[in-house]
């Protein structure tokens, strides 16, 4: 449990507001309902209020004290094509969108910060609290870096944190350096020409092709990137053929690949393209590979890390250096592309078996939105000391 006992009294209806958030998910770039929750309480609180920022997203400027120093913090408000399993009396009322990913959360937790620090204040400088839209695969960080997020709001850190079921409630995690991996998409189609399974002799099978393809790929970081170096292939979808007696003349598969390091990034896409050009030639079939380059590696100032898991402990979790970094992929990247910050994992588990983010049963732990606000308070209380 944190030591912020003065925002206790903040929490009854912060859980009231999640609970909100929660029966009224919105998907990314669509999250209007939000994002006007979001301005008209960040505009109560006196902050200057911007929307539209990247789409969806809202910033909130709060000034105290002379310091020009700004900090940023960082919350993703949109949800999942999910149909919710969880059976709660705040589920989705929206048939098929879920907030499986605890973003309901993350926003309150932004908005929590905001209303505790407009009230104590006991910083010098800036705060710019930002509330991105379309953290699931849209890039709705990217959005807000391309519509002048540092220009117009100017800031010298940013932090975001995500809750993480795998830590116990009451825990803090994050690691200088690649932290989270970027995402890329691989699609291929192996062309043959289709023609009778007794007769292969007269149609390349693009079956066998595909086959070979698929476990050469997947040797690709064992055999072409140094052991020490990490990263993830993997081929997720292979369709082709309908029936027992016809040679299809075409399979598509796709797949993903994930890394840290843009050097084994580059070296996976460039072996995947020798590797599938050499499979076409050796089984007479035509395969093309588009190779699309998705997140970046989240990559976390190690000064900035240090700096938030000390916010942790100051804050009264117990504050863990992450001993490996996930291979799940995040677009907080791209704020941490332009401006030196950290990203940490807010534990939120309750249970051994808690279902995993992104399951149709997972909710966010109201336990720990307090934990979330003290972490954010004590960065920005370290970050913009009032006694420097
Ligand atoms: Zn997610
Ligand atoms: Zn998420």
Known sequence: MNKLVEIKDLLPALVELRRDFHRHPELGFKEHRT????????RALG???????????VVGVLRNGSSDRAVGLRADMDA????????????SQTPGVFHGCGHDGHTTMLLGTARHLARTKRFDGTVIFIFQPAEEGLGGGKAMVEDGLFERFPMNEVYALHNWPDLPAGTAATMPGPFMAAADVLEIS????????????????AILAASQLVAALHTLVSRRIHPA???????????????NNVLPGRVDLTGTVRTFD???????????RSVAAGIGIATETTIDVEYRR?????????????????????????????????????????????????????GQGRTDDEPPLHHASYDFNDDVIG??????????????????
């Open 262 to 272: 843009p050097a084994v990034q580059a070296r996976i896409e460039q072996s995947i």
């Open 190 to 205: 192996v062309k043959g020409k289709g023609g009778h399974a007794a007769m292969p002799h007269e149609t390349p099978d």
């Open 371 to 388: 934990d979330g606000i003290a972490v954010f308070t004590k960065i920005v209380e370290g970050r913009l000391s009032a006694s420097d």
């Open 80 to 91: 999942l094509p999910i149909v919710e399993a969880t059976g709660l009396p705040y589920a």
């Open 294 to 346: 998705g997140y970046p590696p989240t990559v976390n100032d190690p000064t900035c890390a240090e700096w938030m898991l000390e916010a942790a402990g100051v804050a009264g979790l117990k504050a863990e250096l992450a001993t490996k970094p996930s291979f799940g992929a995040e677009d907080f990247s791209y704020l941490l592309e332009h401006c030196p910050g950290a990203y940490l994992w807010l």
């Open 35 to 42: 994002a006007a929750r979001v301005a008209d309480e960040l």
């Open 47 to 57: 902050l200057e209020v911007t929307t539209g920022v990247g789409g969806t997203g």
């Open 229 to 243: 170096d990490s990263a993830v292939l993997s081929i997720s979808t292979i369709s082709g053929g309908m029936t």
